[in-house]
């Protein structure tokens, strides 16, 4: 992606290395290690001068420890998410650092196709839709909320559902060896 982007720059797979070396990935497989994880976080953005944090997926955890939809577990679940949130946002602002978090979908009410591969969102037989899997609790905890739908193997639409400096609008989006890029020529007003 770098080497696409900024070819000049990056000419050299020493500099494309040197990049590479500034990445940390972390696997996290329970709520537990991600919460241990967002506290060391803190110590690692202090001394490495991290420019962005990307959570791939907080639901994952989640939705694997709190299956059940009891009263107990979803007050549960809602705590836990709200600590996450508190310290992703915590970090974001003392450390002047993007964070982004991806949630997943999940199918309610009947629908059986594949949505991996639908781009419309609101149906498929069974009158069912595909919804943000950690629901109404977290859709409010997010400043920003984007919505990548699947149009092509490689187009997409990208949604400003929720901003605070950003009408809601509609990207058409190429994904390639560049990263994301946006096709301005097909901006929709929502």
Known sequence: MAKARHSSHFSSPHTVSQLAARVRVHRTLTSAELERLLVSLEEELAEMGVGLVVVDSVAGPVRREYGARDG????ERAATLGGFTSRLK?????FHVPVVVTNQVTAVGGVSHDV???SDWSGGSGGGHV???LGNTWAHCVNIRLLLNHLTE????LTVEKSPVSPNKIFT??????????????????
């Open 173 to 190: 989006v190429q994904i390639n060896e560049g990263g994301v890029v946006i096709d301005s020529s097909k901006l929709l007003k929502l």
């Open 116 to 118: 991996e591969k639908e």
């Open 90 to 94: 915590y970090l974001a602002e003392v």
């Open 72 to 75: 107990r577990e979803m007050a």
């Open 154 to 157: 490689s187009q997409r639409t």
């Open 131 to 133: 919804t943000a899997a």
